[in-house]
Nanobody, 120 residues
Framework: QVQLVESGGGLVQAGGSLRLSCAAS????????MGWYRQAPGKQRELVAT???????NYADSLKGRFTVSRDNDKNTVYLQMNSLKSEDTAVYYC??????????????WGRGTQVTVSS
């Protein structure tokens, strides 16, 4: 079983910064992609950013330049540095890991989420 534990959320003023962390444990295959998604009240969950084990990244277009995703493969940990935060960044942020099994079945795991609130 795979477990993801997020940390680093909280309340911050507009223009401030936060860094989220997510530590993964369990049997995670090396072809994994880790990432962050978010869900604001009344909205669907949306992509924030993902990163492969080799460091290739993918960002939501609207967040490029403000958010940076990184990872430490030795620690199975993914980070999200969020700068110049805006009130519209307020959401629950979820950590995610995906990988393909030996039979090409897809495994997807989610963390419980961490609240980020940006006050204007």
């Amino acid at each position: 079983q795979v477990q993801l534990v997020e940390s680093g959320g909280g309340l911050v003023q507009a223009g401030g910064s936060l860094r989220l962390s997510c530590a993964a444990s369990g049997r995670i295959l090396s072809n994994n992609v880790m990432g962050w998604y978010r869900q604001a009240p009344g909205k669907q969950r949306e992509l924030v950013a993902t990163i492969t084990r080799s460091g290739s990244t993918n960002y939501a277009d609207s967040l490029k330049g403000r958010f940076t995703v990184s990872r430490d493969n030795d620690k199975n940990t993914v980070y999200l540095q969020m700068n110049s935060l805006k009130s519209e960044d307020t959401a629950v942020y979820y950590c995610n890991v995906e990988f393909m099994g030996v039979r090409l079945e897809k495994f997807v795991y989610w963390g419980r989420g961490t609240q980020v609130t940006v006050s204007s």
